[in-house]
């Protein structure tokens, strides 16, 4: 079992975005390195080569012009002289080869007479050029007999053409010592690679670094969903940092608080459904099981049974409409997007509920400003304001007052339905539009309600785009406002 953890471990290493950063990073970093440092080294290469081969070629070309003429005129004792003194000061080995190829001086004096088997001398010699260089590996047995230079693998040789009065006489050859140069373009090399292998290595440090930081908090925030998915809706992302990061913390932490919301709402809601459900079908339950064990029941009794059986069946009945009601409310698709003549609603709603004012003795008035039109669903529109208007004639007292109005306000469409009825203590208020609140359960059942209705109309108000709120005093009634925007739903 550990085997395989530690298995299981590596392979998320291998996969996780921190690896991908480093290797990425890696590959940008080094191949940067690697072609910076080749390129570098090769700069300083070419320019220490090209500074000898310039420094070797104008002695040579020196010593070509001052040996020319006593090469020309057979001069032997001047031109030892001259070589012997011109090979310390150049602290290498001088040749000087006729136009048969032939070395006729040397200051080593060991290949006079000799012909030359250099290449550099051979392509003056064939009239190709009037100068020739080039650096050799030829091994050090014969690095030490051309320069006398020990344990040396590279020698360099300089060639350049003598003329006289007639033309080219021959070719001075210039052989120099240039493996204290070889040496110190490889400690340049070598240095400058270890250079940039050391600072690609703090670099690769400093991104291992670096991705830990960047990749913390998005593995804080794996490990926070891993948890949710286990069901803790209550675990949240730590917020920290700037830019992105945080804010796609927050937003998760957003995310997250309206889950556990909506589980809270959503297990409230089962909860609540149950026991609404539940109180009914009790109660019809005991009056059918009394009317089964008491046969010779009265019959007004059994009337009255049957009666209330039938109250408690149309609250079931209410409940479960109100129920696939809510389920519809969140999807804006089903709405019919019309223009509604919200003055003229107001009116017909008005009109439809007066008898029921009337009947208590209540005094219901408007007051509609006309011509106020609104993109909407007329029908959830009129469901809106019948709801307020019948628990407004609901929880006002026999005659009390009830004043509805409709007026442009801001440029927006506002309902106000007022009422002097029991009114709605302070502690409830935030409370009444969640779904089977009741401010006196007892009541709103004597009244018929399922504790879903004001909960519908916010949902119907927020499908339009509006707003609605709630002022109120405990027998001083209340006043709801509905605000809906000018243009309506989008």
């Not at 021959?170 to 052989?175: D, E, I, Q, R, S």
């Not at 059918?288 to 010779?296: A, G, H, I, K, S």
Request: aromatic share 6%; with cysteine; glycine share 6%.
């Amino acid at each position: 079992m550990v085997t395989i953890s530690r298995i299981r471990t590596k392979q998320a290493f291998w996969a996780s975005i921190r690896w991908k950063i480093l290797l990425a990073f890696f590959v940008i970093v080094g191949l940067s390195f690697f072609v910076a440092a080749t390129t570098l080294t090769g700069q300083v290469s070419d320019y220490l080569f090209e500074q000898r081969t310039r420094e070797d070629s104008l002695l040579t070309e020196k010593l070509a012009t001052s040996a020319a003429p006593l090469f020309q005129s057979v001069s032997v004792e001047e031109l030892n002289e001259l070589l012997e003194e011109s090979a310390v000061s150049m602290n290498g080995r001088l040749m000087l080869i006729d136009m048969d190829g032939k070395i006729q001086y040397d200051t080593f004096q060991t290949l006079c007479g000799q012909r030359i088997q250099v290449d550099e001398a051979l392509q003056v010699l064939t009239g190709h050029q009037a100068d020739a260089y080039g650096i050799h590996s030829p091994g050090k047995a014969v690095v030490e007999e051309m320069n006398g230079e020990k344990n040396a693998d590279y020698l360099a040789y300089s060639a350049h053409e003598m003329t006289g009065f007639q033309g080219r006489i021959g070719v001075a050859l210039f052989v120099s010592r240039v493996q204290s140069m070889m040496d110190s373009m490889g400690t340049v090399r070598w240095r400058l690679l270890s250079v940039f292998a050391i600072i690609a290595v703090a670099a690769l440090i400093l991104a291992l670094v670096l991705s830990q930081v960047l990749t913390k908090p998005i593995t804080a925030l794996s490990r926070t969903m891993r948890r949710m998915g286990k069901g803790d809706l209550s675990v949240r992302v730590p917020v920290s940092g700037s830019g992105e990061l945080r804010e796609l913390a927050e937003n998760y932490n957003t995310m997250a608080a309206q889950l556990e919301s909506l589980d809270k709402t959503r297990n409230q809601f089962v909860s609540n459904a149950s026991h609404e459900l539940k109180t009914p079908l009790a109660t019809m339950k005991i009056m059918l099981e009394t009317m089964m064990y008491q046969p010779d029941m009265p019959t007004d009794l059994r009337e009255e049974f049957m009666h209330d059986m039938n109250h408690e069946i149309d609250r079931l009945t209410g409940i479960i409409t109100d129920l696939l009601v809510l389920t519809r409310m969140d999807n804006k698709d089903e709405m019919t997007r019309e223009t509604v003549d919200m003055s003229e609603l107001t009116q017909e709603t008005v009109h439809l509920l007066l008898p029921a004012a009337e009947k208590k003795g209540q005094q219901l008035t408007d007051e509609i400003e006309p011509g106020l039109r609104l993109v909407g669903d007329r029908i959830k529109l009129n469901q809106i304001l019948y709801n307020l208007m019948d628990n407004a004639i609901k929880y006002t007292p026999e005659q009390g007052r009830i004043h509805v109005s409709l007026r442009e306000e801001n440029g927006e469409l506002v309902w106000r339905v007022h009422d002097n009825g029991i009114g709605i203590p302070e502690e409830d208020q935030e409370h009444i539009f969640e779904r089977f609140y009741r401010v006196d359960k007892a009541r709103s059942r004597e009244t018929g309600g399922t504790g879903l209705g004001l909960s519908i109309v916010r949902q119907m108000v927020k499908m339009h785009g509006g707003t609605i709120s709630v002022h109120s005093e405990p027998d001083s009634g209340s006043e709801f406002v509905v605000s809906f925007p000018r243009e309506g739903v989008e």
